[in-house]
Antibody, heavy 120, light 106 residues
């Protein structure tokens, strides 16, 4: 059974760094063509892709946020960590981690999401 | 940058077919996935690789992709299908989502 769970702070102050952890089970990130992806959704708005990390440790970032994002994996812990620097109120959103099959680029399992509010 | 365009909303009566379009330049050359999202829930994959259905998705959901447009069709739409629907593709090392379509069934 594949599960993913996001964890991290619910509230961050402007200019702070957000660190989110995705803990998953039911699959290995060493598996060929497996990826973990981070996506966010501002309140009432559409899904926005942030970053993904592949089985071979290749990393991809949204171009507009690339300078603020870092994604990393720890396969021994079945975790993927996303950091986002210089947080702003416009970054207020629900943040999801999910499993993506890289060859065909579809997301088959999603975490429940974690809401993050950026406010002083 | 590559964009996927969806109509913001669509309204159908129960039992009717609902067709949601997703348009992008030469989208038919890419694989398209579709996700359903109900209020307060995570998205759910309903179509992948243009026209494949996960085993848990009813066969009233179908996908097609050709030219510049991909289409998600729900035949015999039910009230439980009321949700936001997002198309998604991959272009130039980037995951792209459409802006979403709110399907209302009434």
């Amino acid at each position: 059974q594949v599960t993913l769970r996001e964890s991290g702070p619910a509230l961050v102050k402007p200019s702070q760094t957000l660190t989110l952890t995705c803990t998953f089970s039911g699959f290995s990130l060493n598996t060929y063509e497996m990826s973990v992806i981070w996506i966010r959704q501002p309140p009432g708005k559409a899904l926005e892709w942030l970053a993904l990390v592949n089985w071979d440790d290749d990393k991809y970032y949204d171009a507009s946020l690339r300078t603020r994002l870092t994604i990393s994996k720890d396969t021994s812990k079945n975790q993927v960590v996303l950091t986002m620097t210089d947080m702003d109120p416009v970054d207020t959103a629900t943040y999801y981690c999910a499993r993506l099959w890289f060859r065909f680029h579809y997301i088959d399992f999603w975490g429940q999401g974690t809401p993050v509010v950026v406010s002083s | 940058s590559y964009d996927l365009t969806q109509p913001p909303s669509l309204s159908v009566s129960p039992g009717q077919a609902a067709s949601i379009a997703c348009s992008g330049d030469k989208l038919g050359d890419k694989y398209v996935s579709w996700y359903q999202q109900k209020p307060g829930q995570s998205p759910l994959l309903v179509i992948y690789q243009d026209n494949k259905r996960p085993s848990v998705i009813p066969d009233r959901f179908a996908g097609f992709n050709s030219g510049d447009t991909a289409t998600l069709t729900i035949s015999g739409t039910q009230t439980v299908d009321e949700a936001d629907y997002y198309c998604q593709a991959w272009d130039s090392a980037t995951v792209i989502f459409g802006g979403g379509t709110r399907l209302t069934v009434l």
